[in-house]
C-alpha cells in the first residue's frame, strides 16, 4: 500500500469513516490554525485519527486569543496544556489581562521545547527586501466633519457606565463605522457623494504603480470598498482581477495563473477569502488599503507576493487617516505585537482581550 496520505481538511471531514482500523505513523497537519475552534468538524476530525506522532505547522499560532494555542496543543497532546478552563484561569487570563509575566514565563518553559521556530529570512536566504511604507491621508470637509461627530458621538455614548457584553459589541460596531468613514463614508452612507480622501490617495498610488510597470495587489478588509475602487479602475481603464469570499474555487484558480503570465496589473483581493492559499509572486507591490486590528493577518496577505519564487523587491504600502481611529489601531498592533513574540513569533492584536478602557482610548484623537 501507499506510504504517505495527503488530503486537505475538507476531504478528511468527509471520508473519517475510512480512516477506522488505520494506525498512521505520523501526522502532519499544515496552516494549523484551521483546528483553533474545537467545536468544528475540521478540529473533531483531524484528532479521531489513529496516529503515534502528531506535528502542526503554522505561521500563525495566535491569530486572536491565547486559547488558540491550547487548541494546537490538545491536538499535538492531549492534556499536556492542562483543561481548557484551567488553561484559560491560570495563564489565558492572567498573561493577556494582567499582563503577569510569572504566569508568562511558566507558559514559556512549558511550550518552549516542543516549538521550532524558523522565521523566513533564516529559511529563504534569497528572497528579496519587503520594504514597509505608511502613506498618510488627511480628513478633509464633509468626510472630516462626519468622522468627528460620529466619533464625538460614540465617545458620549460610552464613557457612560454601560454594564458586560453588549456595550462592547456595540462599541465594536461604533468603531467599524468609524472605519468605514476613513475609507469611504459611502460605504455606510447611502447617497454620500463627497468622495473620500483615502480613495483619491490609493488611485494616485495605483496610477504611478502600473505606469511604472508594477503589479498591484490591494488588500481591503470592507468587499464593498473593493466594489468602489473596482468601479474607479473601470472608470480610468485599468484592467484588473478581484477575488472575495463569494469567488469560487475554480474561479479564483483561473484568476491566480493567469495573473502571473499576464498583463493585468491590480488583483483586488478581501482580506478574508485572500490571506492564505494564493501564490501571487508575479506582484511587487501591496497595498493595504486599511488596518486590520491584527498585524499577522495583514503579513499572511502579503506573504501571497513575498514568497518562494519572488525576485523583485517588494513594497508594502500601509494607507493610514492620519489623527483617526486607524492611526491608533496601528499604534494597538506595535503595543500588543509583544505578547506573541514573547510567547512564540508573529505579530498579533486581540480585540477579544481589550478592554472597554483600551477600546475608548482608540477613539481618541492622538
Sequence with gaps: GCQVL???YDLLKRDIANYEGIDFRFQI???AQYIKNAATQSAR?????NVRSRFALTGTPIENRL???WRIFDFLMPGFLFGNQYFRREYEIPITKERNEQALERLKGLIGPFILRRVKKDVLKELPDKIEQVVYSHLEGEQRMLYVAKA???KRTFSQDMPGNGAKLQ?????MRLRQICCDPGLCLEGWRSGSAKLETCMDLIRR???GEHKILLFSQFTSMLEVIEKRLKKEGISYYLLTGGTSKEERIRMAGAFQTDSVPVFLISLKAGGTGLNLTAADMVIHYDPWWNAAAQNQATDRTHRIGQEKQV???QMIMKDTIEENIMKLQAQKKNLADQIISGEQVSIGSLSREELLKILSPQ
Excluded: H, P, R, Y
Design 45 to 49: 476530525s483531524v484528532k479521531a485519527v
Design 315 to 317: 513594497t508594502v504600502f
Design 6 to 8: 495527503i488530503t486537505s
Design 29 to 31: 497537519i499544515d496552516e
Design 171 to 175: 462599541i465594536l460596531s461604533g468603531l
Design 67 to 69: 486559547g488558540e494555542l
Design 209 to 211: 504603480g502600473t505606469e
Design 152 to 154: 464625538l458621538e460614540l
